[in-house]
């Protein structure tokens, strides 16, 4: 009977040796990638900024091949940062991108920017949705990131309201998994005196509070970021929000993923000037509202029966205070699929002509997570 053969165990000399090797191919690759990616400027000619060079629907597709091609074992999340933050270094290589966000620094709206355009962009803080909204309107932000609704606590209405008067348009959404943690300089919760936090992050952590800080006051602020500066500087105080907080305003987690529900996410818009070229996986958001001649029962059914006719997909609605008079409503619909493609085009066409008011917001590729 033959021996069985010994597996030869691995030199750990020789396995470093080819990391090293394959480091080397990933840098010259990477580096002739970004070559490519100056010829891709240069062939679009003397433009003005870098928002000349970015294509959010040529991403898209680039990021959902990414996927495809995962086979591990670096899982699909880590393997897309990596991607994201390689085109995003090859975009500034023009200029940075600047990406308005509801500050300031350490929330999770910025955490958002960073999710979808990478750390290669200039981050620009500003104090509410309707500032985003302008600046980016003004050109002195290239596009905007804002909060459009969470899973738990449902929509941020601001952001609905702006686009009733705003002229921009939706160029892509990010979703973003909450995770909420206390945050702080105190030894232990004994030493807790207030938890200072936004309002949705004290009610979406309201079970674990309830439970191991019962006798602790509550302090509702305008962002977490406000409550981590609050904590920084002030003894008995602890804050609530994302580990970038921790980082920004140098505190400790003192407890890590304190929130209630551990689906809990938020859902976030990318506003700019334009509307998007079809990706091959979008959305459609809409707002309309009913014909002023309309009335009874059955107006809304009767108006949405175009894209039940064609057989399009309706995700979400959502209405609105319409502000032009008392009782009078406006409707936010997501579809799928773009609305320059068939059979979205024809049932929108349809449905702009039975409504006193029509806006397609955007069409926009969907999340790749």
Same mark, same amino acid.
């Given at each position: ?11 750990? *000399? ?14 010259? &690759? ?76 350490? @929330? ?39 909060? %459009? ?8 209405? /601001? @952001?609905?309201?702006?686009? &009733? @008067? ?11 998994? %909450? ?17 200072? *936090? ?13 439970? $191991? ?10 962002? $977490? ?14 804050? %609530? ?10 505190? /400790?987690? &003192? ?8 689906? /809990?996410? #938020? ?47 309706? #995700? ?9 008079? /008392? ?33 397609? &917001? ?8």
């Amino acid at each position: 009977m033959a021996e069985k053969k010994q597996k030869r165990t691995p030199d750990l *000399a020789e396995i470093r040796n080819r990391i090293d090797s394959i480091d080397e191919r990933i840098q010259s &690759l990477i580096s002739e990638r970004a070559q490519f990616a100056q010829e891709v400027g240069q062939s679009k000619g003397d433009l003005a900024s870098a928002v000349d060079y970015y294509r959010p629907e040529r991403e898209a597709e680039v990021l959902r091949r990414v996927l495809e091609r995962n086979e591990g074992p670096l899982r699909d999340e880590e393997m897309l940062r990596l991607f994201r933050e390689i085109m995003s270094a090859c975009l500034a290589q023009q200029e940075p991108l600047k990406i308005g966000f509801l500050g300031p620094e350490g @929330t999770f709206t910025q955490t958002a920017v960073f999710k979808h355009f990478g750390h290669s962009v200039r981050a620009l803080p500003f104090h509410t949705i309707d500032e985003i909204f302008q600046e980016v309107e003004s050109g002195a932000a290239d596009f905007g990131v804002v909060p %459009i609704e969470n899973s738990t606590e449902g929509s941020v209405n /601001n @952001t609905l309201d702006m686009f &009733l @008067t705003s002229p921009l348009k939706i160029g892509g959404e990010i979703e973003l998994r %909450i995770e909420q943690h206390l945050l702080g300089n105190e030894k232990g919760l004994e030493n807790i005196e207030r938890i200072c *936090a936004h309002e949705q992050s004290l009610a979406q952590c309201r079970g674990f509070l309830r439970e $191991n800080l019962p006798h602790v006051e509550l302090i509702g602020m305008s962002s $977490n970021a406000a409550g981590a500066r609050r904590a920084r500087d002030e003894a008995g105080t602890a804050a %609530i929000g994302p580990a970038v907080a921790a980082d920004v305003y140098d505190l /400790n987690v &003192l407890v890590s993923n304190i929130e209630d529900r551990a689906d /809990n996410a #938020t859902r976030f818009l990318v506003v700019g000037r334009e509307l998007l070229a079809a990706s091959g996986n979008d959305k459609t958001t809409l707002l309309f509202s009913t014909s002023d001649t309309a009335s009874g029962s059955g107006v809304l059914f009767h108006l949405l029966q175009p894209l039940a006719e064609r057989g399009v997909s309706m #995700t979400r609605i959502e209405s609105r205070p319409s502000k032009r008079k /008392n009782w009078d409503y406006v409707f936010f619909i997501d579809l799928e699929g773009h609305a320059e493609e068939s059979p979205i085009k024809e049932a929108l066409a349809e449905l702009e002509a039975k409504s006193s008011l029509f806006k397609v &917001l955007g069409a926009y590729p969907k999340a790749v997570d």
